[in-house]
């Protein structure tokens, strides 16, 4: 989902295309997890408390579509979130059914600044903030991929499209 070949300006390339780090996924899988303990547990206690016949397949569907819910949106949330960086600008694309997309230009760019909770230091990502002087709150990446280097390259990027500088 991030920027095809057309879309990039003349004489623009892609630097960095990254997507939210995997630990967004680690909560679905603890849910499917819990959810299957408690399949398994409908299925013990039913013969137990003379339950036997359809609640047990009622219990494994309930199961089942609970465990899709916890699942599959995070999934597509995830594999539709990507982060651009090119030569020439920043851009966050995300979306399952509607398609967002906010770019700002590096030499528009006057901050960025980032930001690691305990388990983002754990896991190795963080949340990157970039503004950009306008009246609109920047631009928040949430759980950035190694997001010190990220931050230090796009300094860089910032720094050497300044038109002072050239």
Avoid at 158 to 163: A, E, I, L, Q
Wanted: with cysteine; glycine share 8%; aromatic share 8%.
């Amino acid at each position: 989902m991030g920027l095809r070949e057309e879309h990039l300006a003349e004489g623009e390339h892609v630097i960095m295309e990254l997507r939210t780090h995997r630990k967004v996924l680690l909560k679905p899988v603890v849910w499917v997890v819990v959810l299957l303990v408690l399949g398994v547990a409908g299925w013990i206690a039913a013969p137990v408390f003379r339950m036997e016949g359809w609640i047990p397949l009622f219990v494994t569907g309930v199961v089942v579509l609970l465990a899709l819910a916890a699942t599959v949106p995070p999934y597509l949330r995830w594999v539709n979130t990507t982060y651009i960086i090119t030569n020439q600008r920043v851009s966050l694309r995300t979306g399952i059914f509607t398609h967002t997309g906010r770019d700002i230009p590096l030499y528009r760019i006057n901050d960025v600044t980032f930001e690691k909770q305990l388990t983002d230091r754990i896991f190795g990502c963080g949340t990157l903030v970039i503004s950009d002087g306008s009246d609109r709150e920047g631009m928040v990446l949430d759980d950035v991929p190694d997001v010190e280097t990220v931050q230090r390259t796009l300094q860089d990027l910032v720094r050497k499209s300044d038109p002072r500088d050239n």
